[in-house]
């Protein structure tokens, strides 16, 4: 069984501050896929990135960096410099080969206020 | 290309009543999903298809549930009869096979159901 959990329910933050929206995961396969999508107050799910397990490379796109460790099974994600339009809910997601590559499990959700 | 298209994008009901829900992926896409969001239970996968064939339909909650996708442009979610307790936002997203594995999913904008 895989799962995702994303123990913070809601973060408040002044805009400009750094904030880092903590995913950890479960799987009991060595090939798994782990995704971020951002869904604003508009409601549509955005897909914002895809990592495969057997890259443990962070990477950065502009204000938002990914930190990738399965020592710890986590996946967290980081904005840099918040500003308002950052507010939405935030959900992880994983994917791997036992469940069906194609069926994701997604965290509960991480709701980001951004405070002007 | 115009994203993924959801029809209704709201839909009003009494109990007893029967609901179609309706998706049109994007073109060329062999993957459609169906998703149910609520406040307690998050994002869940209702069921998924693969070139017009489902795939997976474990998370249909019960028989009142069904889907179908005619083609590679069009799928139905029919509720019958409907109940308070399918209340949700629902939404379709598609996606496309990649030999890199899963690849993002294409969320359309929901359909809000009330079931009074």
């Known amino acids: 069984a895989q799962k995702v959990t994303q123990a913070q329910t809601e973060i408040s933050v002044v805009e400009k501050e750094d904030v880092t929206l903590d995913c950890v995961y479960e799987?009991?396969?060595?090939?798994?896929?782990l995704f971020w999508y951002k869904q604003p107050p508009s409601g549509e799910l955005v897909f914002l990135i895809r990592?495969?397990?057997?890259?443990?490379q962070n990477e950065i796109s502009g204000r938002y960096s990914w930190n990738f460790q399965k020592s710890t099974s986590s996946f967290n994600f980081t904005i840099t410099a918040s500003q308002v339009v950052d507010s939405a809910v935030y959900f992880c997601?994983?994917?791997?080969?036992?469940?069906?590559?194609?069926?994701?499990?997604f965290g509960t959700g991480t709701k980001l206020q951004v405070i002007p | 290309d115009a994203g993924v298209i959801q029809s209704p994008r709201h839909e009003v009901t009494e109990m007893g009543q029967e609901v179609t829900l309706r998706c049109k992926p994007i073109?060329?896409?062999?993957?459609l999903f169906w998703y149910r969001q609520t406040m307690m239970r998050g994002l869940e996968l209702l069921i998924y298809?693969?070139?017009?064939?489902?795939?997976?339909d474990s998370g249909m909650p019960e028989d009142r549930f069904s889907a179908k996708m005619p083609n590679a442009s069009f799928s139905t979610l029919k509720i019958q009869p409907s109940e308070p307790r399918d209340s949700a936002v629902y939404f379709c997203?598609?996606?496309?096979?990649?030999?890199?594995?899963?690849?993002?999913?294409?969320f359309g904008p929901g359909t809000r159901l009330t079931v009074l």
């Open positions: 997203a598609s996606s496309y096979l990649t030999s890199g594995g899963p690849n993002e999913q294409f």
């Open positions: 799987t009991r396969d060595t090939t798994y896929y």
């Open positions: 990592r495969n397990s057997f890259d443990e």
């Open positions: 997601a994983l994917s791997s080969d036992s469940g069906g590559y194609q069926k994701v499990t």
């Open positions: 073109s060329g896409h062999d993957y």
């Open positions: 298809f693969n070139n017009n064939v489902p795939i997976d």
